[in-house]
């Protein structure tokens, strides 16, 4: 069944009738929360907005004071929604550390002969399904955020959040994961949030285990690189040395023509000759 009506305005409307059943109030509930990611989205991509977020009195600036210098961003959907998923996954994780640090706590407080008879607390069913733990959950998540909607992501998140977030990061650098994207994160939080953080005093400890962390994993991956390029260099220089020996063995056997000396060099200078071979290094 179908019906077609006319509007004074010219218009045309189309309905059909379906078998889904239709909720007045889920309907307004989507359309409120459409409403809402709109208004959001185009408050934080005021061109008068102070660069960060949580910056006090962010609304209470003249339009027509407006900002030297601000970053280069477009919240979207995607963003906004990117950053509200790495909330939960920080709220999700706080909530099993904070666990375990209870659980910990009170055990120390039994006698070790009933320690045993004290189970450890139940984890949370995501951590138990991907076989992970907290901090790492936490870094799949942001992994998963396309890499041009992460700034923007990160820019939208709490203030509050991004402290909790130089935590996880701190247990990263430590383990020596993710050291490239830690990097760029930690130089983008401390760029936009560079006020909050001097203000902070509380933030000194944690930012400083950060620094000392993160500078012995790039330390690492420095000596790593410079291991790899320092073989790659040893092998080119067998494969020359191979190729000079034929070329003098050759000369020793048989005279060379013009020609085939000029293409000899030629091969030599362009890298051709013999077939490389793939060979893998191990650190």
């Not at 339009?63 to 790495?86: C, D, F, G, P």
Request: aromatic fraction near 6%.
């Amino acid at each position: 069944m179908m019906a077609v009506t006319g509007s004074h305005d010219k218009s045309i409307r189309y309905w059909e009738n379906t078998g889904e059943a239709m909720i007045p109030w889920e309907e307004k509930e989507v359309y409120r929360q459409k409403e809402e990611d709109a208004q959001l989205a185009e408050e934080m991509n005021r061109e008068d907005r102070p660069i960060g977020s949580g910056v006090e009195g962010a609304d209470a600036i003249d339009s027509t004071e407006r900002t030297e210098a601000t970053a280069v961003q477009k919240h979207t959907a995607e963003s906004l929604m990117a950053s509200e998923k790495i909330v939960e996954a920080i709220e999700l994780a706080d909530k099993e550390m904070e666990s375990v640090r209870e659980y910990n706590v009170a055990l120390e407080k039994i006698p070790e002969s009933q320690r045993t008879q004290v189970g450890p607390p139940p984890r949370n069913p995501t951590l138990v399904a991907l076989d992970i733990t907290p901090e790492a959950y936490v870094l799949q998540t942001v992994e998963k955020v396309h890499s041009a909607a992460l700034y923007d992501a990160l820019l939208a998140l709490p203030f509050s959040q991004v402290v909790r977030m130089f935590f996880y990061m701190d247990i990263w650098a430590s383990k020596g994961t993710a050291t490239t994207l830690t990097s760029n994160m930690l130089s983008y939080l401390l760029r936009i949030h560079s006020s909050q953080i001097v203000a902070t005093r509380s933030l000194k400890p944690l930012l400083l285990s950060l620094r000392a962390h993160l500078r012995l994993a790039l330390s690492r991956q420095k000596a790593q690189i410079g291991y790899n390029l320092a073989a790659l260099k040893f092998l080119k220089r067998q494969e020359e040395d191979a190729r000079t020996a034929e070329f003098y063995e050759r000369g020793e056997r048989q005279q060379w023509t013009e020609d085939e000396v000029q293409k000899m060099k030629e091969k030599m200078q362009n890298g051709e000759g013999k077939k490389r071979k793939r060979v893998s290094i191990k650190t």
